[in-house]
């Protein structure tokens, strides 16, 4: 599925984490889809299981998966309390990220312009 780097200064469990958002975001996993399990996960990586357990929780808190007993973890579906929730944690960030970028006179055009780039991706995936 993925590799991860032992030079990487993060631990395991937050490249895991960002890699599995990254599978998620970009469409690769789609919504309620089954994720590998811990322990195939745990296997496939050659790292102890309770590094992907942690990673798995972190995803399920932030919203992006979600578990069922006996069953496995999912992808979370879009429309979904949690990412609303998420959504309002991510603003605060966008609004700091914005500001430094005005503060260093980055051209508004180019921003907006990046930013209906990021939108007109998800566009295409979803056609």
Known sequence: MFQLDYMDHRPLYEQIKEKMKVLI???VLKPNERVPSVRDMAQSLTINPNTIQKAYKDLEQEGY???IRAKGSFVTPINNKIHQARIGGLMPEIDKLVSEL???NFP???LVS???EIYGK???KND
Do not use: N, V
Request: aromatic content about 12%; hydrophobic content about 30%.
């Open 25 to 27: 975001i970009s469409g």
């Open 65 to 67: 998966i979600y578990s």
């Open 114 to 116: 990046r930013i209906e």
């Open 108 to 110: 508004k055009e180019q």
């Open 102 to 104: 005005a503060y260093m």
């Open 122 to 124: 998800k566009e295409e």
